[in-house]
């Protein structure tokens, strides 16, 4: 496990290169934390890193966006926020995008804990005062 503590956004691009210096070989990303813990912030600094040149933004009612990088390949971000219950996972083909071998990132991931392995890296954001604790698992 790796643990960043954060005061300032900016102190995200430490976190987004370590996660993009250590942790590319997986291609799944489980991000945790309540609204506002700075999920999709972290995304587009780990987007950034990667060269993304397409507005990354919150899925929230989209429920995927997809975004292109380094010869056309593709990131898929997820927001499970809205999703009900599991049945919804299953019909927007969850199981296509994780056999994929493209990267995808997925915020509220809770909904659907059933159909991710601990083979998935998993990083929580805890919010605590001014403070923002990172733990990757």
């Known amino acids: 496990m790796s643990s ?10 430490k976190v987004a290169k370590f996660i993009c210096e250590h ?7 489980l991000f ?3 609204v506002g813990a700075g999920k999709t912030t972290l995304i587009k ?8 040149e397409d507005n990354v933004t919150s899925p929230t009612f989209s429920i995927v966006n997809k975004y292109t990088y380094a010869n056309n390949h593709i ?3 997820f927001d499970f926020y809205r999703v ?10 969850v199981y296509e995008y994780l056999d994929s071998s493209k990267f995808c990132f997925f915020e509220w991931p809770e909904v659907a804990n059933e159909i991710f392995t601990d083979k998935y890296l998993k990083i929580f954001i805890r919010v605590n005062n001014s403070k923002r604790i990172i733990n990757i698992v």
């Not at 960043?4 to 691009?13: A, P």
């Not at 942790?23 to 990303?29: C, D, G």
């Not at 600094?45 to 993304?52: A, E, T």
């Not at 009900?84 to 083909?93: A, L």
């Open 4 to 13: 960043f503590t954060i005061t300032d956004e900016n102190e995200l691009d």
């Open 23 to 29: 942790h590319l070989h997986n291609k799944i990303f």
């Open 32 to 34: 945790y934390g309540e």
């Open 45 to 52: 600094k780990i987007c950034k890193y990667l060269k993304v």
């Open 75 to 77: 990131i898929s971000h």
């Open 84 to 93: 009900e219950n599991i049945d919804e996972v299953y019909n927007i083909g």
